[in-house]
């Protein structure tokens, strides 16, 4: 029986009169799948429920906060332990150096971290603090990248930005953007030309080390190296943008994967455990010279929260159970290749890749190494395929530039059904 999506719809409707388009975030909008929203009404473990009582298996995961699964007891607990102490002090606790350690026992290139309360607070910090350290402005980021939404990298973004088309958004002073390069991902000769004409006027390079905004893109076999090279070499500083990545694709990121050590690093969603927690950090000489401790001024009121920082250690220490992790792969790996055997089955151009219990999925049976092939895809058989799950129970990403989660909550029943639904709704054609 067709879904019904009647309660979602009017909750829209009242939405649309109070909030631009009747949502806190683009990307929540289904502007690229051609729908309304749908408006959730709880979630528990691998599950969601929307306002008509529809029940989903979830992989969105808050857009990858959500990786020990929705409602967790154990974070639950802490929760409202920590909130009946107190929401919020605008003062140090004990609890920000506790998660400083959390974090740097899985990081080691952090040497020092500041918490901020989202990812793009994060990214637009880090590069003052960059620029200021280097006494450079120009900054190289690449196509399809998405590092929040300041202005200076509202260029060629990704996610959202790219989803409505407005990758270079409006009200973006050409000034700000002026210093902001963009390349192609994983062009390294592009990058080399790029420091070779501003060879000492690079602050920093900014990238996803595995991006998530363009779709799953991953780095071709040296590309890395090469930008930790070239920026030693012209002095720029390397910061991975590991926001989505940090702690989803294994305890110590991609740069542990990849056994590259950036001077800076971004962090949010997993160490927030899905509350309002990001952070910045890296190298000790570069992160002294952030105020009070030096010149560079940061701030925010609820920096640190003693109640999201609670639920950032909880869900730290939930992911660091030995067996974790090994058993998030297994099941991404599961869902992946079931789903790669199916499109093959179906002789659908198809490809899709994961790291941990990150994964994503093109219609395009050519290989996607940076955003202007991820863009050739076939977008109207995404939007099939989007639809087909959602009728069926499975919430995917409404954007075929995005990524997916599977959480600790996912049971293997969870995968089976999912690549049951995929099947059929691959079989009954995507044209
Ligand atoms: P936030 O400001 O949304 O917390 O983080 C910005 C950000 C920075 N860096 C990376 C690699 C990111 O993925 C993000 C945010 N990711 C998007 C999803 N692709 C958030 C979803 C949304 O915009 O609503």
Known sequence: MARSWQESKKLFTDACQLIPGGVNSPVRAFKSVDG???????????RLWDADNNEYIDYVGSWGPAIVGHAHSDVVKVISQAAANGISFGAPTSLESDLARAVMTHVPSIEMIRFVSSG???????????????????????????????????VKAGSGAATMGVPDSPGVPSGTASDTLTVAYNDLGAVAAMFERYPDEVAALIIEPIVGNSGFIRPVSGFLEGLRSLCTKFGTLLIFDEVMTGFRVGLGGVQKIYDICPDLTCLGKVIGGGMPLAAYGGRRDIMAIVA????????????????????????????????????????????????????????????????????????????????????????????????????????LAPSPFEAGFVSGAHGDLDIQNTLEIADRVMKGGLV
């Open 36 to 46: 309304d929203p749908i408006f959730i009404k709880r979630a528990l473990g691998s």
């Open 120 to 154: 793009t607070e994060a990214c637009m910090s880090v590069l003052r603090v960059a620029r200021a350290f280097t006494k450079r402005n120009r900054i190289i980021k690449f196509e399809g990248c998405y590092h929040g939404h300041s202005d200076m990298l509202l």
């Open 292 to 395: 009070p401790s030096g010149p560079v001024y940061q701030a925010g009121t609820l920096s640190g929260n003693p109640v999201a920082v609670s639920c950032g250690l909880k869900t730290l220490e939930l992911i660091s159970q030995r067996n974790f992790f090994p058993d998030l792969v297994r099941k991404t790996s599961t869902l992946v290749e079931g789903l790669r055997a199916s499109a093959k089955k179906h002789n659908l151009p198809f490809s899709a890749d994961f790291e941990g219990g990150m994964f994503g999925f093109f219609f395009n049976d050519k290989p996607v190494t940076n955003f202007t092939q991820a863009k050739m895809s076939n977008t109207p058989m995404f939007k099939k395929f989007f639809w087909g799950m959602m009728q069926n129970g499975v919430y």
